[in-house]
């Protein structure tokens, strides 16, 4: 069968700054979260590899522009660190790095590749940290103060801008969780992160828009589907609700609808966990909604009603109201332990056209992390990665019915495009098309599955 995607589709793949820029001498950075903890605990990054030695694009940008050309890329997402441009968060504008994302982005266009640039991806400036992070109302401010330097150094080429990678990571992560600094679990200050969060991104849509700038703007969240273990059994689907309520709908209906889910509003209020709400928040809120949805799916989440006894040592958690469902006979990738569903990606399109007013959106990340991939090197060095090959085609085999359905989906990005850090996991998992060896100074090699995406690209689609 053949698959043929829309006119000017996006093909592409997305990345971050701090997963893949580096740390060089001169280059006048400031420490974040991932920086300090890292020096704090090294122990607690696989193989002890920090940020510092990440994918170096920093140096490398111009080469990897021209591998992301040569693999077909017409776009690619990326983001600014803010504690490179604002060292300590605020204040004073790193010339170093102004000059870097200028080139970086002058190099994206020369070579017909559209730069989509995203503000935030789990890196927050230490100084800004010490004061409380995302938990701190001044933050919100000091986010906004950034966002309008970004658009007013970089607004006249960058025309896709996004305020938040993944927002509900560093709710979950650093303050439920424990798998961000610092590590904290107290669902109080979840909420708080979460509200400022979702404050940010409207305080931060708002400015653009008043700058009249002739770009869009919008949000990448990671639209993971509760489903429930039994359909027909009312607890389970209750279940499944409140969790989806919890991770997916506490930034989609406010990025989108401009309104927090009632469901979520009633636990907090129950839980007297309400965070300050200023006059005048809940407006902006309501009247800055995104103008573009960036959906990153990798696996989906099971849930069945609450059977295990709720644990009070750490005071309210979300699992108070579910429990995860581990289905059997699923299929699974072994090295990250996340279940394949390809259909996942579907049902998220086909909720986005059916709840959300078929919003203009577009796949911002899926993909197949695997450890080991060296064992898959072929006689001429490169990596025969056919099981992504397989992962990428069966999922834009789903985004493709949904586009036939009527789902208003402009493209797809696979997270990534060369192999980079990934944060405590730092190399383990290598999920890119270029391969990157960072023991021979971050040597890249186009893998199989990047000469196979440059058909795709080029065809804008697949016969399959």
């Not at 730069?115 to 940290?129: C, E, G, R």
């Not at 990934?422 to 199989?448: C, L, M, P």
Request: hydrophobic share 35%.
């Amino acid at each position: 069968m053949k698959y043929t995607f829309p006119k000017d589709f996006w093909w592409g793949s997305s990345a971050s700054g701090p997963q893949t820029e580096g740390r060089f001498t001169g280059d006048g950075k400031g420490e974040n979260i991932w920086d300090y903890w890292y020096e704090l605990e090294p122990e607690k990054f696989f193989d002890q590899v920090g940020p510092d030695k990440t994918s170096r694009v920093y140096e490398k940008y111009q080469e990897d522009v021209q591998l992301m050309k040569q693999i077909g890329h017409n776009s690619f997402r990326t983001s600014i660190q803010w504690s490179r441009l604002i060292p300590n968060g605020t204040g004073t504008v790193n010339q170093a790095a102004v000059d870097f994302y200028n080139h970086y982005i002058d190099e994206l266009l020369a070579n017909g590749i559209e730069p989509f640039f995203n503000l935030y991806h789990f890196d927050m400036p230490l100084a800004l940290q010490e004061k409380g992070g995302w938990t701190n109302r001044e933050t919100v401010d000091a986010y906004v103060t950034y966002a309008k330097t970004c658009f007013e150094l970089f607004g006249d080429r960058v025309k896709k801008w996004f305020t938040h990678n993944e927002p509900i990571v560093p709710v979950e992560g650093g303050y439920l969780y424990q798998f961000h600094y610092p590590n904290h679990v107290i669902m109080e200050e979840a909420v708080a992160v979460g509200y400022h969060e979702n404050l940010a991104s409207a305080k931060a849509i708002q400015s653009y828009h008043e700058m009249d700038l002739d770009g869009e703007i919008g949000i990448i969240l990671n639209l993971t589907p509760s489903y429930p273990r039994d359909e027909n059994n009312p607890e389970d689907v209750k279940a499944a609700q409140m969790a989806d309520a919890f991770f997916n709908r506490s930034f989609l209906d406010p990025a989108v609808k401009g309104e927090f889910p009632e469901e979520l509003m009633t636990v907090i209020k129950e839980l007297d966990i309400v965070p300050e709400i200023q006059e005048g928040d809940l407006a902006i809120i309501k009247n800055n909604t995104v103008d573009l949805l960036g959906i990153n799916y990798y696996q989906p989440r099971r849930i069945k009603a609450k059977e295990t006894p709720i644990d009070p040592s750490h005071g309210p958690m979300p699992d108070d109201y579910f429990d995860y469902y581990d289905m059997p006979d699923k299929k699974i990738n072994p090295y990250r332990g996340w279940e394949i569903y390809e259909k996942g990606i579907y049902d998220i399109l086909t909720n986005v056209r059916e709840d959300y007013g078929n919003i203009r959106c577009f796949i911002s990340e899926n993909g197949m992390g695997v450890e080991g991939e060296e064992r898959y090197i072929n006689e001429d060095g490169q990596i025969d990665d056919d099981y992504r090959i397989e992962f990428v085609t069966e999922h834009l085999k789903y985004v493709h019915q949904a586009i036939q359905e009527g789902t208003n989906c402009l493209g797809y990005h696979m997270w990534t495009c060369m192999d980079n850090w990934s944060w405590t996991n730092a190399y383990k998992n290598r999920y890119g098309f270029i391969s990157v060896d960072i023991k021979n100074e971050g040597k890249r090699t186009i893998k199989k599955s990047g000469h196979w995406f440059k058909t795709v690209a080029e065809n804008n689609g697949f016969i399959d």
